[in-house]
C-alpha cells in the first residue's frame, strides 16, 4: 500500500494510488494520520 504513510507532501502519489486501487478509506486514513 503505497500512499498509506505519504503526507501531503505525496498527495499526487496517495491521489494516484486511489485511483489505481480506488481504496477512498486509504485516502481517509491518510487524512487522519496527517
Do not use: P
Amino acid at each position: 500500500m503505497r500512499g498509506v504513510v505519504f503526507n501531503g507532501d505525496r498527495d499526487l502519489e496517495v491521489a494516484e494510488f486511489d485511483r489505481q486501487a480506488g481504496g477512498k478509506a486509504v485516502i481517509e486514513f491518510c487524512t487522519g494520520a496527517s
